[in-house]
């Protein structure tokens, strides 16, 4: 039996999926997913979108809850698409995007019995982000887009920022200008913020900033335009200082980065004598702790902005080279042996000819610094297939509320 889209149907949910929501089954046998609820949960539900073998739904009514379920704290939950878990006790979401974590390892990297580690909690699960994006509507309001949608949802508060953005970005009054597309707000050492303005327009836009302390830039198709202040900020991670421009990218927990810094030092095997390969350096917030540890470090990264901010943020480093291209097109090039590897890919993981590279190379050790369980998956089966073992895989919960799972995985040869 089918059920028609509009009609209710009680299903009882078993699992967590990645991507916030919860699997169950329909009384056919089907798989169905649910946004915003939990394993355990007796719920009804209505069909959405149908396939031959799966189905999702919206969740109608919790009739037997699970007692992980904790009430929400944003009115806007379920609304706007920024949180996914907010319905969910602390404890239960860490527990969550390990099971996740380990789940998208065994099914889609083939990896029996993967050894993934408990999630380090952030030490705030509420205004941790030092960098948020807004998205505007067409009456100039700040707000989210919707889940599965294009659609933007004005909102009235948000309890993810950290507290000096939450302060500045109720008071910003934005005109809506032709081409203005996305608003964002970081937040540096000091509490100083920067505005940052993104614009697919070539005019030139007329925006002010009155009576706020922060920097504003605006990014569009002709560069980068300083209208108020500076065009960079200055971040700070266990103690060093990092410039970090505008359009360059930045862990945005930044407590958890420290974590995660500390973590790599830890367990990567590093001397005075080994070679280094950051691969994706960025601004070169690894590369700067690492450099200080090894006889030779390389750094890959393609943004030019990133890269000025590496050449200034490693300026005291005598044995540190860097490489402005894609990791694909610089890596076949290198005539170098290194003894470790560092890569924190963009979203979409490692290009092929990333991967056969570091498999031509042998590198001994390799540390993968993923934001996304399913393409770490894909690129650990490649890894594994290839000659290495996977050693550990740590989750780190850089964004707690949401299903995002940033972890680091280590590979031996």
């Given at each position: 039996?089918?059920?028609?889209?509009?009609?209710?149907?009680?299903?009882?949910?078993?699992?967590?999926?990645?991507?916030?929501?919860?699997?169950?089954?329909?009384?056919?046998?089907?798989?169905?997913?649910?946004?915003?609820?939990?394993p355990g949960e007796a719920v009804r539900i209505r069909l959405l979108e149908e396939k031959r073998?799966?189905?999702?739904?919206?969740?109608?009514?919790?009739?037997?809850?699970?007692?992980?379920?904790?009430?929400?704290?944003?009115?806007?939950?379920?609304?706007?698409?920024?949180?996914?878990?907010?319905?969910?006790?602390?404890?239960?979401?860490?527990?969550?995007?390990?099971?996740?974590?380990?789940?998208?390892?065994?099914?889609?990297?083939?990896?029996?019995?993967?050894?993934?580690?408990?999630?380090?909690?952030?030490?705030?699960?509420?205004?941790?982000?030092?960098?948020?994006?807004?998205?505007?509507?067409?009456?100039?309001?700040?707000?989210?887009?919707?889940?599965?949608?294009?659609?933007?949802?004005?909102?009235?508060?948000?309890?993810?920022?950290?507290?000096?953005?939450?302060?500045?970005?109720?008071?910003?009054?934005?005109?809506?200008?032709?081409?203005?597309?996305?608003?964002?707000?970081?937040?540096?050492?000091?509490?100083?913020?920067?505005?940052?303005?993104?614009?697919?327009?070539?005019?030139?836009?007329?925006?002010?900033?009155?009576?706020?302390?922060?920097?504003?830039?605006?990014?569009?198709?002709?560069?980068?335009?300083?209208?108020?202040?500076?065009?960079?900020l200055v971040m700070e991670v266990d103690g060093r200082l990092f410039r970090v421009s505008a359009?360059?990218?930045?862990?945005?927990?930044?407590?958890?980065?420290?974590?995660?810094?500390?973590?790599?030092?830890?367990?990567?095997?590093?001397?005075?004598?080994?070679?280094?390969?950051?691969?994706?350096?960025?601004?070169?917030?690894?590369?700067?702790?690492?450099?200080?540890?090894?006889?030779?470090?390389?750094?890959?990264?393609?943004?030019?902005?990133?890269?000025?901010?590496?050449?200034?943020?490693?300026?005291?480093?005598?044995?540190?080279?860097?490489?402005?291209?894609?990791?694909?097109?610089?890596?076949?090039?290198?005539?170098?042996?290194?003894?470790?590897?560092?890569?924190d890919p963009p979203r979409s993981g490692l290009a092929p000819r990333v991967t056969d590279r570091?498999?031509?190379?042998?590198?001994?050790?390799?540390?993968?610094?993923?934001?996304?369980?399913?393409?770490?998956?894909?690129?650990?089966?490649?890894?594994?297939?290839?000659?290495?073992?996977?050693?550990?895989?740590?989750?780190?919960?850089?964004?707690?509320?949401?299903?995002?799972?940033?972890?680091?995985?280590?590979?031996?040869?």
């Amino acid at each position: 039996m089918t059920q028609s889209a509009s009609e209710t149907v009680d299903v009882t949910l078993t699992a967590y999926a990645y991507g916030g929501e919860a699997l169950g089954r329909l009384p056919d046998g089907r798989a169905v997913f649910v946004p915003y609820a939990l394993p355990g949960e007796a719920v009804r539900i209505r069909l959405l979108e149908e396939k031959r073998g799966h189905a999702r739904a919206a969740l109608v009514e919790v009739l037997v809850p699970s007692p992980e379920r904790v009430q929400p704290r944003c009115p806007h939950f379920m609304v706007c698409g920024g949180c996914h878990y907010q319905h969910m006790s602390y404890p239960a979401q860490l527990a969550a995007k390990k099971d996740i974590l380990r789940s998208q390892l065994e099914r889609l990297g083939g990896l029996k019995d993967p050894p993934v580690h408990p999630a380090i909690p952030s030490p705030q699960p509420w205004n941790y982000r030092n960098h948020i994006q807004f998205h505007l509507t067409q009456q100039g309001e700040l707000g989210y887009q919707a889940a599965r949608s294009n659609q933007v949802i004005p909102i009235r508060e948000c309890h993810l920022p950290e507290e000096a953005i939450n302060s500045v970005w109720p008071q910003l009054e934005v005109e809506v200008l032709p081409g203005l597309e996305r608003i964002s707000l970081r937040q540096g050492v000091d509490e100083e913020i920067l505005l940052i303005l993104e614009s697919s327009s070539s005019q030139p836009l007329e925006f002010t900033v009155e009576e706020l302390p922060l920097s504003a830039v605006l990014l569009g198709p002709g560069g980068r335009l300083v209208l108020a202040g500076s065009d960079h900020l200055v971040m700070e991670v266990d103690g060093r200082l990092f410039r970090v421009s505008a359009e360059s990218f930045f862990q945005v927990n930044t407590q958890m980065v420290a974590e995660m810094l500390k973590h790599l030092l830890e367990n990567m095997p590093l001397s005075s004598d080994s070679t280094v390969l950051d691969v994706y350096c960025g601004v070169g917030l690894f590369s700067a702790f690492l450099a200080a540890r090894v006889g030779r470090l390389i750094g890959i990264e393609v943004s030019s902005p990133a890269c000025e901010d590496f050449v200034v943020n490693l300026d005291d480093y005598n044995n540190v080279e860097l490489y402005e291209g894609t990791a694909e097109d610089i890596l076949p090039g290198l005539d170098v042996h290194p003894d470790v590897m560092v890569v924190d890919p963009p979203r979409s993981g490692l290009a092929p000819r990333v991967t056969d590279r570091i498999l031509a190379m042998g590198v001994p050790f390799l540390a993968y610094v993923s934001c996304d369980p399913s393409i770490l998956s894909r690129d650990a089966r490649r890894l594994v297939e290839g000659g290495y073992q996977l050693v550990q895989v740590m989750p780190f919960d850089l964004f707690p509320q949401t299903y995002h799972i940033e972890s680091i995985s280590l590979f031996g040869r």
